[in-house]
């Protein structure tokens, strides 16, 4: 789609926020999704939604905003979710010379979703801008399981994003610096999959409730500030980016509400010295470092640590085909301390009219951090740690093509390696004073094999359709001691992955929009054998009205098909639920 109708598409709030996006490393955008460092983006999700899944890309080489919320970061290497991002939050309005914008909306289960933002500054050398993003729920939710017999609890969540950016150009240089905080609270409001989590009440045991603490609110807050410095492009023979970052993370509780959270204090810095050295031609390396600092009540819990990634390379541009020759070396300190190389590879060549061949492979660390694993999945147990996940390969190779106006297309398939992959399975504790269902980080080693394809076809500016599927095949085990091998389930990983997304403009203002997303063959937890979650089956509907270019009117209506699923194990979704609300440039 062009950029015009993509702007188009999302309006002012994606202009503004969007605005600060470039020169991020590739090992964030791996990672996609997302840590809260130079290139943040404050867009946040619908309150309805702030535990879905991830946004996945298109695979077009540039950059998008993405819904934010604590689960951007995946569990898993990415998965492929979405074809199309739903639920824009704007009435499609064209862009004007406003600086502000202002969304409020409300709706059953107290969804409250609410943003505001400020461009202070917005020309070609200077730009500083101000965001402030909320969402909040507070409505019962009924389980899935039948044995809990239709029993409701209250799911609440406050979220809160705030922060400021700026850019200033220099004759050879840019600048750039920012800073954010966040704050979110939360109940755990899962339950254990079975009704008793264990003992024999018969022989007289301790039995424990399926639940733990459902009630007390988790409190997660960050703070983050970001500097860099860059030379333009062309600007000089040796270029380089220099950034830094820190990030302050702290948790309320830790598993329960009788002992204090942890606080981690993340220091990062990330260089990259490239220069030319013929036509067309560039060799550079890149290295970030990352060093993790942490308080706690029980100083054994947590060791300082160092992760670090050094990335030689050289690149070609041929016009119609480009080449990246390098490698990571990645590595970290501490615990569970380790070495690996993974390959940095890329090529790709027009085959055609409009028609590509790309293939890659890439390989990145997680650094499993408090702050990231809040992100992949806010109820993960807050007590949570582990080793480095070494992705030692991801693969990807596949043709797109617009072969014809409006249409397009893209067949790709893809091979991924990681040494500790993150899964989240249910917690089998023992004192009903935990918090229930804080979801045990679970670390084997995963092969992940997938084949899938998408298309969008637009025609004019009437409409536009995209189909999306995906089916994903893993190989997980864990290794003893003794060197035996266990093989496992991709515990919460969908098998195949289906979204549908069509979009209609009857009347030049108005915008009518279905989603539809479908995951299967998702297995609950190493306890439970081969059974599976409830398959996600979601249908959306939204509609925008744009009354003039400040003013723009939504109603959004999530889950048309009243269905009952789960996210993650133990913690259902929304049923049947709508909000209205406006848009406001100024």
Known sequence: MKTTKYIKAIGAIAFVLASFHANAQEEVNLSREMTLEREYDPTVQDANKVNSLPKAKEPEIRKIPIDYSATTIPGFPAKEVTLLPSGNIAAEMEY??????????????????????????????DQLNIFFSHRSSNGNIKYVQEWMDNEKIKAKLNDNLGGINFRHVFDRHTLTMGGHYGYSAFNYFGIYPSPIVNGDEDEGDNVVSPYGDRETNQVH???????GLGTNPGATDLGYKIDLSYTNFSQKYAYMK???????????????????????????????????????????AYNNYLVGTVSPYYQVEGGSWHLLL???IMFNTG???????????????????????????GGHVRNNSLFELSRVNRYANPWSTGPKSYNL??????????????????????????????????TEYNSNRDFSQAMTLFMPDAKHFLFGASLKYAYQNLFEVGLKGVYNNWKVTTENNDGVVTEHKPYGAPAFEFTANFTLRPIE????????????????GPSFGDEKMKNLNDLNFTGTYAINDTFGLYVKLNNLLFQKYELYTGYPMQGFNLMGGFTLSF
């Open 509 to 524: 203002k108005l915008t009518l929009a279905l989603d539809y997303n479908l995951q299967t063959g998702r297995y609950i």
């Open 258 to 300: 009788e002992i204090d959270g942890v606080t981690e204090h993340s220091v990062q810095g990330t260089v990259d010295f490239f220069a030319p050295i013929a036509t067309s031609q560039q060799v550079g390396v890149r290295a970030n470092m990352n060093y993790f600092l942490y308080s706690s009540p029980l100083d054994s």
């Open 326 to 328: 390098g490698a990571h």
């Open 335 to 361: 615990d569970f301390n380790m070495i690996r190389v993974a390959p940095n590879v890329a090529f790709d060549v027009e085959i055609g009219d409009k028609t590509q061949f790309y293939a890659k492979a």
């Open 221 to 227: 807050q960050s703070f983050g500030a970001n500097l």
């Open 96 to 125: 004007n010379k406003r600086r502000g914008y202002l969304n409020f909306g409300v709706g059953n289960y107290t969804n409250v979703n609410g943003d505001v933002g400020y461009h202070i500054l917005s020309t070609p050398k």
């Open 393 to 426: 390969l991801d693969a990807m190779v596949g043709i797109k093509s617009g072969v014809a106006p409006g249409f397009w297309f893209d067949v790709f398939g893809g091979y991924q390696i990681t040494d500790y992959n993150c899964f989240f399975i249910p």
